[in-house]
């Protein structure tokens, strides 16, 4: 009888994902609410074949080193900057991702985020569960108009083309930053290009979407910050460190920006006597943007998929280092 590939999955994922690799692999499964810690990984992953881990594991190269039988890396996640990708070609171990499928959920949840912002509606919840509402109050929690407004996307991939169709429905003007200009999206939703700083100064919300590379961290720093509007509102649904979080405070407390609305933060999770966390011009969320139970469930799927594929020797459905293919 042939023996089944032994996995090693990081936390609990949603049984949709997890029956298809039970189905075909053996499973260690870290059962622990918190992402196991590296001492784990280093004791786990010598005796396994497959690799699916989540973006709060630090898949580095003593790790994948330490994974002498590793076959495959599939991440339930579309970013892989906590896996070194790099060791992970070197040793021929391909890592799968899963791109596309939260695309729309992050999109929503980025409007949501920046609505709640706009119109302080975090606020409005505390006022009322603290008993403050007592009358209609005329001047009381203003916020800014969305309609209308001009919005700044930072990176206009598939999450940043998806906030640019919504925005076309609260007749937004709509300016993009990206390394890559993207003429038929211009074309087709009246999209603006701008640099950077051009964005910054003219956008009343900035919406970032960009993936965390060197070139991109702190990408928002202060000089960044200071280039926006005193009126304008920050929201960040790409990683932490896109954004210098010492630059961030000081410009949320002493009044450079409106506000912000966070869905990731650095460092992440925020200690709860962090100080953005006492800012009431700040909207911060658990890293929630993809947590719909059909994206989760497509996601976990994928990930089975991309592991059960690189198992058998198959080339990834969603491979993030498709050179490791050439290197082969």
């Not at 709509?174 to 701008?194: K, Q, W």
Request: glycine share 8%; aromatic share 4%.
């Amino acid at each position: 009888m042939e023996t089944k590939p032994l996995v090693f999955v990081t936390r609990r994922i949603p049984e949709e994902g997890l029956n298809l690799v039970r189905e075909a692999c053996t499973v260690r499964l870290w059962e622990g609410e918190l992402p196991p810690p590296k001492d784990v990984l280093l004791r786990e992953v010598p005796a396994c074949d497959g690799l699916l881990s989540l973006l709060t594991d630090p898949i580095d190269a003593e790790v994948i080193a330490a994974g002498v039988r590793l076959r495959v890396i599939s991440q339930m996640a579309v970013g892989v900057d906590n896996i070194d990708l790099r060791a992970a070609t070197a040793r021929g171990i391909p890592v799968g991702h899963t791109p596309g499928v939260l695309t729309e959920a992050t999109a929503d949840f980025t409007f949501a985020l920046l609505m709640a912002a706009a119109r302080r509606i975090p606020e409005g919840v505390d006022y009322v569960r603290a008993g403050k509402w007592r009358t209609w109050e005329p001047m009381g929690l203003l916020g800014v108009d969305v309609w209308g407004a001009t919005l700044g996307i930072v990176g206009l991939g598939r999450i940043g083309t998806a906030v640019a169709r919504r925005a076309r429905g609260f007749a937004m003007r709509i300016l993009y930053y990206d390394p890559t200009r993207r003429p038929e999206l211009e074309a087709e939703l009246g999209v603006e290009y701008a640099e950077l700083e051009d964005l910054l100064a003219q956008a009343d919300f900035v919406t970032l979407h960009c993936p965390l590379t060197p070139q991109t961290r702190h990408l928002i720093n202060e000089a960044a910050l200071r280039r926006m509007k005193p009126t304008a509102i920050l929201v960040n649904a790409a990683r932490g460190p896109v954004v210098d979080t010492g630059a961030l405070i000081r410009a949320l407390s002493e009044g450079w920006i409106r506000a912000a609305a966070l869905d990731v933060t650095d460092p992440e999770p925020l200690p709860p006597d962090h100080p953005l966390l006492s800012l009431p011009n700040c909207v911060v969320v658990p890293h929630i943007a993809s947590a719909t139970v059909s994206t989760r469930n497509r996601m976990a799927r994928i990930a089975a998929e991309n592991l059960l594929a690189g198992l058998r020797g198959q080339r990834l459905p969603y491979c993030a280092n498709p050179e490791v293919y050439r290197e082969l």
